[in-house]
């Protein structure tokens, strides 16, 4: 299993947070992978389904997942049960103190982290509709650095809709094999 942690500071309480990472299908807006995200079942908490629809260079794939636990507001699980071995979750917890490089007027922030564990090599390789002479292992030695990738846009962006302005964030990434 492959491990990525993405990790950030948004000025804002972990209520609205939570509340802004618990909806999925937005997600779309943030990747540049992610093409559409449609509920399947639920009513967005423990137990929702939703369908992942994800293009990247010749090939679309699609994912189901479930949101498997919530705790409002600190943490919002999911894992994958189909096509794809892979898990993960939101972590939302507040701060003490308000950052010093923060702009003046915010009273609250959070550490957001963005976990997730996958196993690249368990795609369903039949679910792929692969180019002539393009093998699996090919699209799997690319794709693991674009998922990477993936994710710190995913959050860059998350944060700058969150906050409605776009500044400079410190993201820390920590990778695991």
Known sequence: ??????TTVVYLPPEETYDFLIDFPRY????????????????GGAGTRYALRFAWWKLTYTVESEVTEVEK???????????????GRWVIEPLDEVPSDAPDDVDAASRVSF????????ANEGGLDLPRFVSFGWVLDRLKPAIATEAERIVERVVEDLEGTHRPIDLTVERRS
Not at 28 to 43: F, I, M, N, P, W
Not at 115 to 122: I, L, M, R
């Open 1 to 6: 299993m492959d491990e990525l942690v993405v």
């Open 73 to 87: 507001p600190e943490t919002i699980d999911w894992r994958i049960v189909r096509n794809l071995d892979a898990s």
């Open 115 to 122: 976990e997730v564990a996958y196993d690249p090599g368990s």
């Open 28 to 43: 779309a807006k943030y990747s540049e992978h992610l093409r559409t995200v449609s509920r399947r079942s639920g009513d």
